[in-house]
């Protein structure tokens, strides 16, 4: 019922730059947080960037000050701003919403994203 699709990952070189969006459809009433996370082969998938319905946002000590995360609520969507980037940046990144969605009853979802990868080479 509610579909979340990330876009706009790619090969960048380090200290290059990208832009990350994931757009929430489906039968949504409202979205509370949103945010990013991202597994790099071999580890556990970890917490990126998170924003409230409100746009406060939380950061990962190691991504403070090059990353920003922004949504448009209008749009159901969230971006991740991603500068600076270094090879240890590489990784698949995940959007995940919290997701109020109406189908003649309302329900809850934690919905994640397929992913979207980036990878930070020379």
């Known amino acids: 019922q509610v579909q979340l699709v990330e876009s706009g990952g790619g090969l960048v070189q380090p200290g290059g730059s990208l832009r990350l969006s994931c757009a929430a459809s489906?039968?949504?009433?409202?979205?509370?947080?949103m945010g990013w996370y991202r597994q790099a082969p071999g580890k556990e998938r970890e917490l990126v960037a998170t924003i409230t319905s409100g746009g406060s946002t939380n950061y990962a000590d190691s991504v403070k000050g090059r990353f920003t995360i922004s949504r448009d609520n209008a749009k159901n969507t969230v971006y991740l701003q991603l500068n600076s980037l270094k090879p240890e940046d590489t990784a698949v990144y995940y959007c995940?919403?919290?997701?109020?969605?109406?189908?003649?009853?309302?329900?809850?979802?934690?919905?994640w994203g397929q992913g979207t990868l980036v990878t930070v080479s020379p």
């Open positions: 995940n919403a919290g997701v109020i969605y109406y189908t003649g009853l309302y329900y809850s979802l934690d919905a």
């Open positions: 489906g039968n949504i009433f409202s979205i509370n947080g």
